[in-house]
């Protein structure tokens, strides 16, 4: 090893690296730029047609229709300060649970923030460690996993002279590393900017909805707009300016301007919420995802007991072994293993005492083979779970094992192995001397948090790599139901068999790390929406593998990097607290987007009407402007921050527009009435404009209240206050509005059209309810089916 491996870098040579660009810079971020905010917030298709609208009525000198444009100016500001603000909160908690790296300079450990890292800097990596940059092994051995990178879950010995790749993660062993490539020069980095584009197209269902919505409606009001301005202009013969305004307020009414900057302000506020929490998100589709899942898997470790283990007790299995030598045998065993993982620390507090030999060769833990072992000059000793270090001769000492494993204890067998350990499979005989108890408390709380997640039709699973009888028990005392059914998944040879388990068992043990990833798959295969939370390295493939990932930052550093969600104080009874976030965020933008819809369906519906039947549209953008502002832009902004903890059911979209459809074809009948009648009686267009604005009006705070239900005394204040703003501008500013007094003949069409929208609305209402209620029940039936079916 060279003088600069021995020392590591000195200040200057940092220095140096640094001045030239030679550091571990992130090539992508969690967060956009302020610049990019702005420019999502601003430069989009909507505003591009806003700006024409203003344009075209500048040239016209509509002035008074230009009244759109604050509310978009406001609700594009509005976007802009809000979700700076939800980056700065965000930047500065992943700034505070940034990984971080141990690294050798002038011959001394310090840890840094791993984008400190420079060319050349020696990195010291142990078990649960994500490998920051491209390295080369100087000294020491360990086994990295790769398969964040290459999708294969094999452990890889590394040892001097060999590669480490940036990404992958250190499964056991210690070493020193030199780092040969940087940012965006590491193999990570060079896949993660190929993969920006794919990364940048996953979305939840809820944003798809909405963005397919703003496609469709983008490309519809293209030619619908040309039909109506030539309608007027051409056939009809009207104004220049009357058949741009005309137009103007046909396509603004279809345009649901409010609707993204809504869901957008809403998910950055529930980051930041969630933030407040010591909940890190790192990606937002997941706030969604975690409130529509039915299926949870857990950890046992971390999860559902305490990180921290604490040795029991022990019993020596030999015959004429005395405690105090087992004690002293096990105390040399762990005295040379490295701390690489919570069982090893536990067992180097309790066992302090050993006899003072020395190891000539170690094998730390394998998750995959779960023994450790040590060679000593009077043979090779073997340390780890009971049915990978006895194998053939554990049917023997079943009884006596399952025992203590039925108390909840977690049981390790220590024994001399016949053989030649090399970190894989053992082969050789074990001649067991003694038994090991170790246990983690139940977390406070875990069975409070377990119970909420029954009565909310979220099924508990619990995976872990434990044996199954001390899995149940613990399973049984965080009062998770079912627990008694368990399963030990070396009986799980195939992937039907998985696939059949996690149809049948609740709790799984002896689980190894791919067939973690299995099961979370198999669940997925059977429909179901599946969260999993973990805190190991044994823990990475499932977390991928999982639709929502959920880590706790007292595990691993691979496994908080991997996973959508890291509960930065590692409480898992926060996790009920989370899941309402996210049924408020998608209840609520459910419930506001059918209010936008309304005016959509209305529109779209009024403009084809007036196109066949040659008619002008019968509202001025102002009048749109003022119904959408109070029936629509206020209440939804106030709605969308209310607690709502319910559970989701059905599509996002087919949800909104079932409730949307009611309103909006009452809409549609009482106004294209009022039209043909107004035509009949030869109404003029202002007074008509204005009866349309009135009765438009009357359905959307009549909508307001049927989808507040039950109304609660702050949302009756919020309706009494939307309509007296309504009235107030009605009234004393009607000219913005064009607004005009109504004479008897209009106003007792008016009267009546009026007398006909309630209980229009209401058994429209009924009808889609009901209707909504049959597609939810029968789509809930299939789900089943599937879950059912093989």
């Not at 008074?64 to 978009?72: A, E, K, R, S, V």
């Not at 589709?285 to 299926?295: G, H, S, W, Y």
């Not at 008897?744 to 209707?771: C, H, S």
Request: glycine share 6%; with cysteine; proline share 3%.
């Amino acid at each position: 090893m060279s003088e600069v491996a021995i020392r590591g870098l000195n200040r200057e040579e940092v220095a140096y690296r640094r001045s030239n660009h030679q550091t571990n810079v992130n090539v992508t971020a969690n967060t956009r730029t302020i610049k990019e905010i702005i420019k999502e917030n601003t430069l989009t298709y909507f505003n591009l047609i806003f700006a024409i609208f203003a344009v075209l009525l500048l040239i016209t000198g509509s002035f008074q229709d230009m009244t759109f444009l604050p509310i978009i100016i406001a609700n594009m500001l509005i976007g802009i300060v809000q979700e700076v603000h939800s980056k700065r909160v965000l930047d500065k908690l992943t700034l505070l649970n940034a990984p971080k790296v141990t690294v050798l300079r002038e011959g001394k450990e310090k840890e840094i923030d791993s984008e400190h890292v420079v060319l050349d800097d020696v990195i010291v990596l142990s078990s649960g460690r994500q490998i920051p940059a491209d390295a080369r092994v100087l000294a020491g051995r360990v086994s990295a996993n790769e398969s964040l990178l290459t999708g294969e879950s094999d452990e890889i010995e590394k040892k001097p002279g060999d590669a480490l790749f940036s990404g992958s993660y250190i499964v056991s062993g210690k070493c020193y590393a030199q780092v040969v490539a940087v940012g965006k020069d590491s193999y990570i980095s060079k896949l993660m900017l190929q993969a920006t584009k794919e990364k940048k197209g996953e979305q939840s269902e809820m944003i798809r909805s909405i963005d397919k919505l703003l496609v469709i409606l983008g490309i519809i009001i293209i030619p619908i707009g040309i039909a109506l301005f030539v309608q007027s202009y051409v056939i009809n013969h009207g104004t220049f300016k009357d058949s741009i305004t005309s137009m103007v307020a046909a396509l603004i009414g279809m345009i649901p301007e409010g609707l993204y900057l809504l869901t957008s302000v809403s998910l950055a506020v529930s980051a930041v919420r969630l933030a407040q929490k010591q909940v890190l998100l790192h990606n937002m589709k997941c706030i969604e995802t975690l409130a529509r899942v039915d299926v949870l898997c857990v950890d046992k470790t971390g999860t559902i007991t305490e990180p921290e283990m604490q040795v029991s007790g022990m019993k020596p299995m030999e015959k004429g072994l005395t405690e105090e030598a087992l004690k002293n045998e096990l105390s040399d065993f762990v005295r040379s293993m490295t701390k690489d993982n919570d069982t090893m620390r536990a067992m180097q507090k309790f066992f302090r005492t050993g006899t003072g030999k020395t190891a000539k060769k170690l094998v730390s833990f394998s998750s995959k083979y779960k023994y450790s072992g040590i060679e000593f000059e009077d043979g090779s000793y073997v340390f780890g779970a009971p049915e990978f270090v006895l194998r053939g001769a554990y049917e023997k000492y079943r009884k006596e094992i399952e025992a203590e494993a039925s108390k909840g204890y977690r049981v390790l067998v220590y024994g001399k192995y016949k053989g030649t350990l090399d970190g894989t499979e053992l082969k050789g005989e074990v001649l067991p001397r003694g038994m090991v108890f170790l246990e983690n408390p139940v977390r406070e709380g875990a069975e409070r948090t377990f119970k909420y997640f029954d009565s909310q039709g979220v099924k508990t699973i619990v995976i872990s790599g434990d044996n199954p009888l001390t899995v149940a028990e613990t399973a049984k005392k965080a009062g998770i139901p079912d627990s008694d059914n368990y399963v030990d998944a070396r009986m799980l040879r195939t992937k039907k068999d998985i696939y059949e388990a996690a149809q049948t068992y609740t709790v799984f043990g002896r689980v190894v790390p791919e067939q973690k990833k299995l099961i979370v798959k198999a669940l997925k295969a059977q429909g179901h929406t599946v969260a999993m939370t973990g805190d190991g390295v044994n823990d990475i493939l499932a977390l991928r593998e999982a639709d929502c990932s959920i880590a706790m930052s007292s595990g691993s550093d691979a496994a908080s990097q991997v996973a959508q969600l890291v509960l930065l104080d590692s409480d898992f009874t926060r996790m009920p607290s989370v899941v309402a976030e996210g049924r408020r965020v998608v209840n609520n933008i459910q419930r506001t987007a059918s209010l936008y819809i309304v005016k959509n369906i209305f529109s779209l519906l009024l403009s084809v009407f007036s196109v066949i039947l040659l008619l002008d549209y019968p509202l001025e953008p102002s009048q749109v402007s003022l119904i959408s502002l109070f029936t629509i832009g206020i209440p939804s902004f106030v709605l969308a921050l209310e607690p709502n903890h319910d559970r989701i059911r059905g599509h996002f979209m087919t949800n909104v527009l079932l409730k949307a459809l009611p309103a909006g074809l009452t809409n549609f009948g009482v106004v294209s009435g009022l039209v043909l009648f107004c035509r009949e009686f030869k109404v003029d267009t202002q007074s008509l404009s204005t009866s349309v604005t009135i009765l438009v009006a009357l359905v959307g705070f009549m909508t307001i209240y049927v989808i507040t239900r039950p109304m609660k005394r702050h949302h009756w204040i919020m309706l009494g206050g939307l309509v007296a703003g309504w009235l107030f501008c009605m009234i004393f500013i009607s000219h913005w509005f064009a607004i005009t007094s109504l004479n008897l003949q209009i106003g007792m069409l008016m009267v009546l059209f009026m007398l006909a929208t309630e209980p229009l609305l209401r058994y429209l209402t009924m009808l889609f309810n009901w209707l909504l209620d049959r597609l939810q029940k029968r789509s809930e039936k299939k789900k089943l089916r599937i879950r059912n079916s093989e």
